[in-house]
């Protein structure tokens, strides 16, 4: 399968200023595969060490972290010759081995021609809650996300549909309606599987809604146990509190996260470092309602104000217990949910594109579903889960402020009017 992150990898190699590179995601989002597909590809011979299958290797770190002193020892344990440039060096679950995080530090200042990447799926988490002597300045650092549409589009073989919905969006010009209703079904095909890469790939293979959702229970099963594994004693209960009652959030008018639906009087200071602990794992994102509409956009966030969304849509609506089909036609009895599925599915876009999401509300009750900075513009983005297009929100928003354009996300095809750029669901990744 092709993962975007494989163009950001081959640039990292090629750089006169590459330093060690921590890719950070939440669990099974393909940081070791994708590590490893690049080293096969693009070095003569990879050494792997992951200290969660081997947790012998800490002691290799115990006494001297120097490079002189490691390769010869990690040549000898990977049985393969560590050659300068040459090998790539993978440390997975690095999350579990403080002294080799920090050994990072001296691989950059006294033998930056060994190629290394490290990956751990709590390492946000574990940074922030322990000890860590953290390699600040030292290192080069990556988030990976699951696929977003464009990778699940061209993982199911659908890469000539890609090439025409990025001409569409483009030119803002209309896609062939048959090829929008095809990309349309697509699109939410992608709601049900989501981006994890192991459900992608069955998928892909077998088109069985069952065998995907076996998956997804097991992630999210997975996702439970972590919480308790490497979490504070008095919080794992709040955490996993908070964690199901996203879906519950979601699913209301206003989307915006209320303290008082976790539990009858919940308050900010009983579940703040829950939520913290969600999204330093990688599980979630908060998106903070901006007061004023000026750059720097995070200087104007208000800090009580925020909605989450979960980093996949397949596993949110695995939680949720969603029939395939209710998605796949859209019925009725999910019109409470499909709103802020919908605002998930393109929060997770953005962010994979590298946007920091803002919302903003007037007020009068205006509000606008995302604020992003594109091309140096402050840009309102406004989502609509049908192809319903009125939108009184973000013609007050406007008048108000004036951007150089909006875009509209819907079930509606390309085109531009009245200085509203729409653009279909199926091509947020496009933005």
């Not at 992951?50 to 020892?73: A, R, V």
């Not at 199911?156 to 090439?163: H, K």
């Not at 395939?324 to 929060?347: R, S």
């Not at 900075?373 to 049908?386: M, N, T």
Request: glycine share 6%; hydrophobic share 40%.
């Amino acid at each position: 399968m092709y993962r975007k992150i494989t163009q950001y990898l081959k640039a990292w190699k090629d750089s006169e200023h590459r330093k060690p590179l921590i890719l950070q995601g939440a669990r099974q989002v393909g940081k070791t595969w994708s590590i490893l597909e690049f080293g096969r590809t693009h070095y003569e011979n990879v050494a792997y060490f992951n200290f969660e299958t081997n947790p012998k290797l800490n002691e290799t770190f115990e006494e001297n972290i120097s490079p002189d002193y490691l390769i010869p020892i990690l040549s000898h344990i990977a049985g393969q010759t560590i050659v300068r440039e040459k090998t790539l060096i993978v440390f997975d679950e690095v999350q579990l081995c403080e002294r080799a995080l920090t050994s990072l530090k001296y691989f950059c200042e006294d033998a930056p021609d060994y190629h290394i990447i490290v990956a751990g799926s709590l390492l946000g988490v574990a940074v922030n809650r322990a000890r860590f002597s953290f390699p600040v300045g030292k290192v080069d650092m990556k988030t990976l996300y699951p696929m977003d549409m464009e990778e699940f589009l061209l993982a199911c073989g659908e890469a000539a549909l890609v090439e025409q919905i990025k001409n569409c969006f483009e030119t803002d010009t209309p896609l062939p309606v048959a090829l929008h209703d095809k990309a349309m079904h697509l699109y939410r095909q992608y709601l049900i599987v989501g981006g994890m890469p192991e459900c992608v790939m069955q998928f892909a293979d077998t088109k069985d809604y069952i065998l995907v959702r076996h998956t997804q229970d097991t992630i999210l099963a997975g996702y439970l146990n972590d919480m308790s594994k490497y979490n504070n004693l008095n919080e794992i209960k709040k955490t996993r509190l908070v964690y199901d009652n996203i879906t519950v959030q979601l699913s209301k008018k206003n989307t915006r996260f209320q303290y008082k639906l976790i539990k009858k009087g919940g308050r900010a200071s009983e579940f703040e470092n829950a939520i913290e602990w969600l999204c330093l794992s990688g599980i979630v994102s908060q998106v903070y309602k901006v007061e004023q509409i000026r750059k720097p956009l995070e200087n104007y966030r208000d800090i009580d104000a925020f909605k989450i969304y979960v980093s996949d849509l397949g596993l949110l609506c695995a939680k949720k217990n969603l029939a395939v089909n209710d998605i796949l036609y859209m019925v009725d009895e999910i019109n409470d949910f499909k709103g802020g599925m919908v605002e998930n599915y393109v929060n997770v876009q953005l962010s994979i594109n590298g946007y920091r999401t803002y919302y903003w509300e007037s007020e009068r009750g205006a509000e606008i579903d995302f604020i992003i900075q594109r091309d140096g513009q402050l840009i309102p983005i406004e989502v609509k889960s049908a192809d319903n297009t009125k939108a009184k929100s973000l013609k007050v928003y406007m008048e108000t402020y004036k951007p150089a354009y909006a875009i509209k996300l819907s079930a509606r095809n390309f085109g531009f009017e009245d200085g509203k750029k729409t653009v279909p669901l199926y091509a947020a990744f496009c933005v």
